[in-house]
């Protein structure tokens, strides 16, 4: 399939840009720590220039690793934007997600009672190793016979992941010599999670997948999060049995994981987009229960971005893009797994290429370097605004809806018509005529 | 000829053949019996009060949508004193070309046998039942050695076939006129233009809203989709055949296609269709043949490979291999044209050779083949479903696309058809594709073959196929070949080559059909 890539506009002559704050810039300089699709982005926006090492930057894209090391030793002005969130681990690392969630649920349920904290349960029960062991191990009783998945708190690309029935088989992994020294190191540190297994996922064609689903936060507080149209469903290449839980090829979905399957074939895809899979659920089980199934999927971003706010450093500087994965199960019910604070831009195929491409593109439109937004939209592109210290809903007419119900702004698998959307609002670039 | 209240008849008593001995039969009889017990049944007005329950218990209606299907399939309407070969091809060119083409694929196919060494079927041992009865749901995750496998023809043989067909009682001079045929199919049959298509599918029109276009996300709801799904629902609930297929003309929302078009199909999954299945998949359980390895090449080549329809690999061998196996398919060569190939087999003694139906449902698969079944598999996730509805697909509308014959649905009808609509609306690209050595059909053909399966975007393959069914038509199938020739002529008018005209139409996926259709048909001057 040959598509055309996205050319934003050509760069034009620098024409001074209107002053702000008493800061003239001609240019935004950035900064960017990765090689894959965000440097084509950065590299083909209008009027943006790389700087390298010590240059002075207005904008940055870096990885995790930068940000511990040189954050906290750096000045940024007011206009200055960087990628991530000083503390964004709270929401990341899976044990840290899971005791914010348990707090939260705690005060929801002080708070609003107990139906409200129920709109919590997204995340399966979880215990984080050795501090819970002993809950867990209760926890583990009263449910013989079930399945439990282990997980590496920090580690990604389901690195270390396994799972297991029989708390021997624990017992045998921490003593088991096979394992590197930095495995075991970790393991005497607070950096596994065990978390029941969701044994009845729901399968396409005997296949297990699940969702890759990208928010955006320019702010926790107050909290405002866009969530972008596009995304995917990640197939696993074998088909789904409990009977086999040593093949660690079948549960997992991770694209990076099936890689390595001897299933593999790279020339096969195996991800749907997420108009597909959408339309597919609705050509299964009817519009009303996809729209509450997306609904349901809706709340788990909310809640989980709620529950970490007051912990967030909120620092005006700061966005962040995260890729959350969903896991259905066969009642329809959308499960968290895990959010990841830098989600893979390196593109598998030249259609998520496309999508990555898009969605960075908006992204950068979002955060607004050029200062063509107004701050009151509720749609970019392709990210429509979810949450802005409150519920959004869209502009429908109250007359054209049967009740007067609100209708929420999400459209999470549904026509992205980007382009003209985007026309439409925006201004053109400085320096260059609008087509 | 007969006169039509003879023909009707007829028809009727055919129909009545047909229905007789049937599960619905032998319900009905049931339900009436019980109705019997009922205390509103009076003896002075037996028949009308049975008849009265019967319609309202919903089986008067399950019997009229049975009688729909079979006016579907009713062979054509011919002299009593012609044989049937000629009753389902009256062409007597077409026929013979027919019939040389099936010797070839024939010889082909036990050619392959032969080299290969491989029996056209064989009885599999018990322990090899067992283990595919294990991984029946998994065939997928076999990698046989395929590599000696050819498939049997591949659609562009097929198009050579059609390029040879000559009239014989027709004289052409070899001149290129304006009043010539321009294209490949050199044959003439009647065929509609765009004025009669305005007349036979008003609702594609533009004051008629339809799916495809007016769901859009720019034009509110309530302008025609929320009354559109409304409707459906209601004919949902009616369990009306023939209801839903007028309704499908104007496209079946994603979440009632399913029961739409099974409604249209009258694919119902009693418990007769589900034990039918059932003994087809002991059937390949028993017995392996060599058409399977054709139809595992063919998936992993084609489906196999695709964005959307990888993901039901399991679902197509499970279809195709127990196609194979159907003999009742073989009732459809009581109008199509074909006859089902036959194979000597060796009788156990070895001294006599009997013919036998080879494959037993009388269907060569070819290359590309198990598109036709691909995009039902997202409408249907039950296997006996799944298969229900792409037997009676088949047999309704997917045989036409690849047997020799003048039906208006025939393959060699909607390839003239497109052409000549090429050749009347856009004849300046006609004639530079041609000058080029690009001739149109040579690009078309294989999206004529498929009816799109593979080409287009499954949500807008949807649509396309919702419409053929709605009208009970391939034709819909050639004009949609033409508006999309419409709709990128600006790039094709630059193009040099075959190659370069091929890549401009490589990629169709991004293609919205309704609109183009909607276009070509109402839009284009006349």
């Known amino acids: 399939m040959s598509k055309n890539k996205q050319t934003a506009g050509h760069k034009g002559a620098y024409s001074s840009q209107k002053k702000k704050e008493g800061e003239g810039r001609s240019c935004i300089r950035y900064r960017c720590g990765l090689t894959n699709t965000i440097q084509d982005v950065l590299n083909q926006r209008p009027g943006w220039v790389e700087v390298k090492d010590d240059g002075d930057w207005d904008f940055n894209w870096c990885d995790v690793g930068w940000l511990r090391e040189n954050f906290d030793h750096s000045y940024m002005e007011e206009h200055v934007r960087i990628s991530h969130f000083r503390n964004h681990y709270e929401l990341t690392r899976k044990n840290l997600m899971v005791k914010n969630l348990k707090r939260y649920r705690k005060t929801l349920e002080r708070e609003a009672g107990r139906l409200e904290a129920s709109k919590c349960d997204f995340f399966p029960c979880t215990f984080v190793l050795p501090s819970e062991y002993h809950i867990f191990v209760e926890e583990f009783k009263r449910s013989p016979g079930s399945t439990w998945i282990m997980k590496p708190v920090a580690r990604s690309q389901g690195k270390g992941i396994f799972l297991f029935r029989k708390l021997k088989d624990i017992i045998d992994w921490r003593k088991d010599g096979t394992r590197s020294e930095e495995q075991k190191d970790e393991a005497q540190v607070e950096s596994y999670v065990a978390q029941r297994y969701i044994e009845n996922p729901y399968l396409i064609a005997g296949r297990k997948f699940d969702l890759r689903v990208y928010v955006l936060v320019t702010s926790y507080i107050p909290l405002k999060a866009w969530l972008y149209r596009d995304g995917f469903a990640r197939f696993s290449n074998t088909r789904f049995s409990l009977s086999s839980i040593d093949d660690q090829y079948v549960h997992l979905t991770n694209v990076a994981v099936q890689k390595t399957s001897p299933d593999y074939d790279p020339e096969k895809g195996c991800k749907w987009q997420m108009q597909q899979l959408r339309r597919y659920l609705t050509a299964k089980h009817g519009f009303e229960t996809v729209q509450t199934l997306y609904k349901e999927i809706d709340n788990i971003f909310i809640r989980s971005l709620l529950s970490v706010q007051k912990t967030i450093i909120n620092d005006k500087h700061c966005f962040e893009l995260y890729g959350y994965d969903i896991l259905l199960d066969q009642d329809l019910k959308p499960w968290l797994i895990e959010v990841n604070a830098s989600p893979s831009l390196t593109a598998s195929s030249q259609e998520d290429y496309d999508l990555k491409y898009r969605l960075l593109e908006d992204t950068l439109h979002i955060v607004d370097m050029e200062d063509r937004l107004t701050g009151k939209e509720k749609r970019v592109g392709g990210f429509d605004l979810m949450w802005n210290d409150g519920p959004v809903h869209t502009d429908v007419g109250l007359e054209t809806l049967g009740s007067s119900c609100l209708v929420a702004n999400t459209h999470l698998g549904c026509v992205n018509d980007r382009q003209k959307q985007l026309q439409q609002l925006l201004k053109p670039f400085p320096g260059q005529k609008r087509t | ?526």
């Open chain 2, 1 to 526: 000829m007969m006169d039509e209240s003879a023909e009707l008849s007829v028809s009727i008593t055919q129909i009545v053949q047909r229905l007789k001995g049937t599960h619905l039969h032998s319900q009905l009889e049931k339900q009436a019996k019980e109705c019997l017990h009922k205390p509103e049944i009076k003896l002075e007005t037996l028949k009308d009060d049975v008849r009265r329950l019967l319609k309202a218990s919903g089986w008067e209606r399950k019997l009229q949508n049975a009688v729909y299907r079979e006016l579907h399939i009713l062979p054509p309407p011919g002299h009593p004193r012609a044989p049937p070969e000629h009753t389902k091809e009256p062409l007597a060119y077409m026929r013979k070309a027919q019939v040389n083409w099936e010797k070839r694929i024939l010889k082909s196919l036990n050619s392959m046998c032969t080299e290969l060494g491989i029996p056209l079927a064989r009885k599999r041992p018990v322990p090899e039942q067992n283990e595919l009865t294990n991984k029946w749901n998994e065939m997928g995750t076999d990698e046989p050695d395929l590599s000696k496998f050819r498939p049997v023809y591949a659609p562009k043989d097929f198009l050579e076939v059609f390029v040879g067909l000559k009239n014989p009682n027709n004289e052409r001079s070899e001149d290129l006129t304006v009043r010539s045929h321009w294209g490949l199919i050199q044959v003439s049959l009647n065929g509609r233009d765009i004025p009669q298509m305005r007349e036979m599918y008003p609702e594609l029109g533009l004051t008629y809203g339809q799916l495809g276009i007016d769901d859009h996300t720019h034009v509110p709801p309530d302008l025609f989709e929320s009354e559109h799904i409304h409707i459906g629902k209601k004919v949902v609930s009616e369990q009306d055949s023939a209801a839903a297929q007028q309704y499908s003309r104007q496209g079946c929302p994603t979440g009632l296609r399913a029961q739409l078009w099974s409604l249209i199909l009258n694919t119902t999954n009693d418990p007769e269709a589900i034990t039918h299945y059932e003994q087809l998949k002991a059937r390949v359980i028993h017995h392996d043949l060599l058409v399977d390895n054709l139809i595992y090449k063919d998936v992993k080549l084609t489906a196999s490979n695709d964005d959307y329809y990888f993901v039901f690999e399991d679902y197509l061998y499970q279809v195709l291999l127990c196609f194979s196996r159907d003999t009742a398919v073989l009732e459809h060569f009581n109008y199509n044209c074909a006859s089902p190939p036959k194979s000597c087999m060796q009788s156990k003694s070895g001294s006599e050779q009997c013919a036998v139906v080879y494959p037993p449902n009388g269907v060569i698969p070819f290359h590309g083949f198990s598109m036709y079944v691909a995009p039902l598999c997202f409408l249907y996730n039950e296997p006996s479903k799944l298969y229900s509805v792409f037997r009676e697909m088949y047999i309704r509308y997917f045989f036409r696309l690849h047997s020799v014959s003048s039906h208006p649905s025939g393959i060699v009808s909607l390839c003239l058809q497109f052409e000549r609509l090429l050749q009347t609306h856009l004849p300046q690209l006609f004639y530079h594709l041609r000058e080029i050595g690009a001739q149109p059909l040579r690009i078309a053909f294989k999206w004529i073959v498929r009816a799109f399966s593979g080409y287009l975007s499954t949500d807008q393959l949807l649509l396309l196929w919702d419409r053929i069914l709605g009208y009970d038509s391939l034709e819909i199938v050639a004009v949609l070949a033409a508006a999309v020739f419409a709709f990128r002529a600006e790039n094709l008018m630059e193009v040099t080559s075959l190659a370069s005209a091929e890549a401009v139409l490589a990629d169709l996926s991004t293609l919205k059909v309704m609109p183009l259709l909607q276009i070509f048909l109402f839009a284009t001057s006349v």
